[in-house]
């Protein structure tokens, strides 16, 4: 499965799926992440700290732990 | 006359207080849902013989009953029906913004949407047509610009009207037809229930659907005291609504659920489904009222490169907090030392007037030595605190607090602390009670335990201020200024020690998470951050002149009677010499056991204490850590310094740490460690500093 960590910065992609239950999937999809939703990934912070990724004209940050859980299609 | 209750909701950081804040004025109250640790604001507002009642709710992403703040905002539109609610809406993030309103429309129809920020979404080349958005969800929508009060009171005006008028007919959100299915087979199902008379049954039934575990809880409203016209504008813990639960209703249903599970739609399914079909359905509307008129410059995304980068993010960074702390600590001395000076003039003042009423001598030190020189003390930190919150309110509104936390997640992450717990880190620094307070925002309450038991190991503007002064009372020139770094790094060492031992202690086992918005810039409102800062600074002054007071007072007494025999065997004396044994391993006397103990009232007045006890005129801090120079070594003078700044940080952070944790258990653990970690560490620099051969 690709997931959101493999999609390097600046690249976007396309949401397949979001493994996992609970709160935190439920603040993912609350979040607009959804299946066919397009994420950008615009920059990593250095050391393995968070993601930021720009989707639906926002920017949300998330540790890459998270990103884990976010099945994707990439899209050049 | 007439009143109107008018209800404000908004995803977080849309500009919601901005217009409560320019809607009330200082009619406001602000206080605690009671049974919950959410902040609630409410105010007046008066308009054409009207009182309006305005509520804000928190801010919030959405209406699930995963966080408590959520539950608040949907019961309150709910169960208390107000008038009108208004929806505040960020024009420049329009999208997920309609999210929320969706999910509100479902619950009440009586809505109306203030669409904010439009002066950022223009300059950002979006163009958005309110009439258009109206006609499709059915409710005004009123275009206006929060910060410079521009379209307020027609806001104002259209809420009312909706709130005067019946319910109208609502949009429904059409859902694709396997949803729709499901809807119908559960509203049919719940349709003679009780809950279905009081709430909407389609609502009802996506709710019952997502098998939401708040549904068919029935609460009772216990007390609802009305908002006075002119109460204390700040501070007053109104304590506005309660609810009790009365009982919980068994909803039918579950065979349907256990059915449509069966077919492959359970829980995961269903809140993914409504999730994406309210996401597919603003997708669908959004061309008609939504254009893009030009790709015009995006300021937050130039600003970003820079502030953000792995190479300038940290230099930045590093540089703000240096700039904050500079401001707050330095450049704020003299406004520090001119209301030393004020309150010193005053008590001479006093003084003078009793000496010519012929008071006796015993009295004017009580005012002098005892109330002036204590109170005095712990003024003198006013200005530090409140340029400090000034500062953070600032970073906060301006969108940077969001990218700091981005950048020292790394950090956060290594603690196993959520995203969010650098935020209560932060403000701790200013005064550990709002640090405290500020991780409600934490949804796991183990992961808010573990932040709020940390808190007191930062120490707080009022403690490095007396820090800082002892310091330079020993450690003169460059050397000050190494011990004081120092000092920082055993407390944030003992910070990520503690997080990682309280992990344990708590028996955390999730792992931490942080999904957070990182906003557009803004440029804050000056009332919005000097309100915020007011409360914060209003706290810390009522302080003054109740516990410190107090305490001063007592210590005066404590240390003046018997009359006319030394020092040491005055009662202060005398307890001290029964805490010395627990100093001697540290090389600590009576007098610095003795200004420990009353440290807890408030850790300000450990120096007006010392004072007291050296028989210094109290007033200015320095001459009282001179004072102690002649009684300590440079050995000793390190080892009080590290104590003082781990030991409990004082009776109101104790007070909120239960408050705020709702377990004696935990707030004695918290305070038991704190005692034995100081002393510990203590302990270890002196012995240490033998070794080095030290004194
Ligand atoms: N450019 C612009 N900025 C605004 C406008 N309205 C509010 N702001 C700014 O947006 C920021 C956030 O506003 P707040 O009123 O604190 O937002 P809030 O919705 O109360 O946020 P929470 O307290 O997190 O719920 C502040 O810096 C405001 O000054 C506006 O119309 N235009």
Redesign the interface.
């Given at each position: 499965m690709t997931t959101l960590m493999d999609v390097k910065t600046g690249r976007k992609a396309v949401v397949a799926g979001?493994e996992g239950?609970?709160?935190?999937?439920?603040?993912?999809?609350?979040?607009?992440i959804?299946?066919?939703?397009e994420l950008e990934v615009?920059?990593q912070?250095?050391?393995?700290?968070?993601i930021?990724l720009r989707l639906?004209?926002?920017?949300?940050?998330?540790?890459r732990?998270?990103c884990a859980q976010i099945a994707v299609a990439e899209r050049i | 006359m007439d009143k109107v209750r008018i209800a404000l909701i908004g995803n977080p950081n849309v500009g919601k207080s901005t217009v409560f804040n320019a809607l009330t004025g200082s009619n406001q109250q602000t206080g605690n849902w009671a049974g919950k640790t959410v902040e609630r604001r409410s105010g007046l507002a008066h308009k054409e013989g009207l009182v309006i009642e305005l509520v804000d709710l928190p801010g919030t992403?959405?209406f699930?009953a995963?966080?408590q703040e959520e539950v608040i905002t949907r019961d309150y539109i709910l169960r208390d029906k107000p008038d009108a609610v208004l929806a505040i809406v960020d024009a420049?993030?329009?999208?997920?913004n309609l999210?929320l309103v969706l999910q509100l429309l479902e619950m009440t129809s009586k809505v109306v949407i203030g669409l904010n920020m439009l002066d950022l979404a223009r300059s950002t080349g979006v163009d958005i047509k309110a009439h258009e958005l109206s006609r499709i969800l059915r409710v005004p929508v009123v275009e206006i610009v929060a910060a410079k009060g521009q379209g307020l009171d027609k806001l104002l005006q259209a809420a009312v009207k909706v709130g005067h008028s019946d319910a109208l007919k609502s949009l429904s959100i059409p859902y694709p037809p396997e949803l729709e299915e499901k809807i119908q087979r559960m509203e049919e199902v719940l349709k003679n229930t009780g809950l279905a008379k009081r709430y909407p049954l389609r609502w009802l039934a996506i709710k019952r659907l997502e098998q939401d575990p708040e549904i068919g809880q029935e609460w009772e409203v216990r007390a609802v005291v009305p908002v006075q016209a002119h109460a204390d504008a700040c501070c007053s813990t109104g304590n506005a609504v309660s609810y009790d639960l009365k009982s919980t209703e068994d909803l039918p249903g579950d065979v349907l659920l256990s059915e449509l599970a069966q077919a492959g739609w359970g829980q995961?399914e269903m809140?993914?489904a409504f999730?994406?079909a309210k996401?597919q359905y603003i997708n669908q509307i959004l061309p008609v009222f939504k254009s893009q008129v030009h790709s015009g410059l995006n300021l937050?995304e130039k600003l970003?490169q820079w502030v953000?980068s792995?190479i300038w993010?940290y230099p930045i960074l590093t540089g703000i907090v240096f700039l904050a702390f500079w401001v707050s600590f330095i450049l704020s001395a003299p406004l520090g030392d001119l209301v030393s000076q004020g309150m010193s003039g005053l008590a001479e003042l006093v003084v003078g007037v009793m000496q010519g009423l012929s008071i006796p001598e015993v009295w004017q030190s009580l005012v002098r030595d005892g109330m002036f020189a204590g109170v005095g003390a712990v003024l003198a930190f006013v200005p530090q605190i409140a340029i400090f919150f000034v500062l953070y309110y600032f970073l906060q509104d301006s969108g940077y607090l969001?990218r700091a936390?981005?950048?020292g997640?790394?950090f956060m992450?290594m603690l196993g602390l959520h995203?969010k717990s650098f935020f209560s880190l932060i403000s701790s620094y200013g005064c550990n009670v709002p640090g405290i307070m500020a991780t409600r925002t934490l949804?796991?309450p183990k992961d808010r335990l573990v932040t709020i038991l940390i808190n007191p190991l930062i120490p707080c503007v009022p403690r490095l201020g007396v820090m800082s002064a002892v310091t330079a009372a020993f450690f003169p020139g460059g050397q000050g200024a190494l011990v004081l770094v120092s000092l920082l790094t055993i407390s944030i060492l003992l910070v990520m020690f503690s997080a990682l031992f309280l992990r344990r202690a708590v028996g955390q086992t999730e792992?931490s998470?942080?999904?957070?918005?990182?906003?557009?810039y803004h440029l804050p409102t000056w009332r919005n951050i000097l309100q915020l800062a007011w409360v914060r600074t209003y706290s810390f002054l009522k302080r003054a002149w109740t516990f410190i007071l107090a305490a001063s007072v007592i210590v005066w007494v404590l240390s003046s009677f018997p009359q006319g025999v030394p020092m040491n065997e005055s009662w202060a004396g005398t307890m001290g010499s029964w805490l010395e044994g627990i100093g001697r391993p540290l090389g600590f006397d009576w007098r610095i056991m003795v200004a420990i103990v009353f440290g807890f009232t408030a850790k300000e007045t450990t120096l007006s204490t010392l004072g007291i006890l050296y028989g210094v005129a109290a007033n200015a801090s320095q001459s009282i850590a001179r004072a102690m120079t002649t009684a300590m070594t440079g050995l000793g003078a390190y080892t009080f310094l590290v104590v003082y700044m781990l030991y409990i940080p004082c009776l109101a952070t104790v007070v909120t740490t239960y408050k705020e944790s709702g377990s004696l258990r935990w707030t004695a653990f918290g305070v038991a460690y704190n005692l034995l970690l100081s002393f510990a560490v203590g302990w270890l620099v002196v012995q240490g500093g033998h070794l080095l051969g030290l004194h």
């Open positions: 979001i239950s609970g709160a935190l999937r439920r603040r993912m999809l609350d979040m607009g959804v299946p066919g939703v615009m920059r912070a250095p050391w393995g700290g968070p930021q639906r004209g926002y920017y949300l940050a998330m540790r732990s998270e | 992403y959405s699930t995963y966080s420049a993030n329009i999208e997920r999210y995961e809140e993914m999730a994406d996401y937050t970003d953000l792995p993010g969001a936390a981005f950048l997640d790394r992450q995203g949804e796991d792992r998470a942080f999904v957070m918005e990182l906003p557009l």
